[in-house]
């Protein structure tokens, strides 16, 4: 319920919607934190987190002796090129171990509640008990308003890919971030499909590249893209969309991005888009083991008739087991209570790290 909400992300989402809407146009200096809490009423510390927010998500930047001052503008799609705005995603760093306590716990939890019923097959697209849970937990954490059924469970990102593409068609041109994660690449050639690189800038894929491309499906990973560590802003996530249009396919690799050191996760690609045509992937190889080979993929309604024709009849690869031990930590809250650890530690280390010069 709105009375629920903390009073700095009312503010944020008012003044965000404002400046989606127009009202606050490019370049136009908004209230000081000041003059901002004097008129809402709010405390000034109110003020700056929401300030923080819109900053860290690429809608305003403060300027020296010039106050904030908005540079989200829907026309460009980029950031202009005489902004100072930088992105505040902290440096990869070795996260936490998810506690193995924990993990042990929760297994024979899972033994001793279902027994024999860990041995049973898996439904096609992966367990309801675990497609449940993370249709619940995606909207607490990203916002995302979804259904189990949207669900599918595979066994890690690369075969997720491999889906993907026996859905899509292998007559498309497929287009990636360049450099990128290696084996997006190595695995859509597999699959006998032909990619076009399209090389990054500092903030997403440059727009030239993506405006003269023949792709008719674009594979992102904005949170941050491996190895350049680049993050698409606010602007380059709803140029992907304006690219995209009604006849063309987004593929969002969310790797890591629950990791995110901002206050709050940044939004879905998915979240942003409104003609259901964004495919959303993320995997638990990072926020609890990478020998854990589980990754999920959100599809949406509209094509999961198109799935379940084409790549439906292949069975989950994931045992019963494990998909029932990652329903149970998503449902208890071990699951986010170590995703809130490590949110915060690397908090403290951006915070600590000195300014370059």
């Not at 068609?169 to 997006?184: F, N, W």
């Amino acid at each position: 319920m709105k009375e629920n909400i903390p009073a700095y992300r009312r503010l944020y989402d008012s003044l965000r919607q404002e400046i989606l809407d127009g009202a606050w146009a490019y370049d136009a200096r908004i209230p000081s934190r000041r003059q901002m809490a004097a008129e809402s009423g709010l405390s000034a510390v109110t003020v700056e987190h929401a300030y923080e927010l819109l900053c860290q998500e690429g809608y305003i930047e403060a300027r020296p002796r010039s106050g904030y001052r908005v540079i989200y503008r829907e026309s460009d799609g980029f950031i202009p090129s005489n902004s100072n705005y930088v992105r505040v995603v902290a440096a990869p760093v070795e996260p936490q171990a998810f506690p193995f306590s924990v993990l042990a716990k929760t297994m024979r939890r899972v033994l001793s509640d279902y027994a024999e019923a860990i041995l049973q097959k898996s439904p096609n697209a992966g367990r309801t008990e675990l497609r449940d849970a993370l249709a619940h937990y995606l909207m607490r954490s990203r916002g995302m308003r979804i259904l189990p059924e949207q669900i599918v469970i595979g066994s890690g990102a690369e075969y997720l890919y491999g889906l993907i593409v026996e859905m899509l068609g292998r007559e498309r041109i497929y287009a990636i971030e360049s450099p990128s994660y290696a084996k997006i690449r190595e695995v859509y050639e597999a699959k006998g499909v032909r990619c076009d690189l399209l090389p990054l800038g500092t903030d997403g894929i440059e727009s030239i590249f993506l405006a003269q491309t023949g792709a008719t499906v674009l594979h992102i990973t904005p949170y941050r893209s491996y190895p350049s560590g680049v993050t698409a802003s606010i602007s380059k996530r709803r140029e992907y969309l304006r690219w995209a249009g009604e006849d063309r396919f987004i593929v969002e690799d969310d790797f890591e991005s629950e990791f995110t050191p901002l206050r709050k996760p940044e939004e879905t690609v998915f979240s942003l888009s409104e003609t259901g045509n964004v495919l959303y992937l993320n995997t638990f190889s990072r926020t609890i083991s990478p020998a854990l080979r589980v990754g999920y993929m959100v599809l949406p309604e509209a094509l999961i008739p198109r799935f379940e024709a084409r790549v439906g009849f292949y069975s989950c690869a994931v045992p019963a087991f494990e998909q029932l031990v990652l329903a149970e930590l998503l449902r208890s809250g071990d699951f986010e209570r170590h995703i809130t650890r490590v949110r915060r530690q690397r908090r403290k280390q951006a915070d600590s790290a000195p300014d370059e010069a």
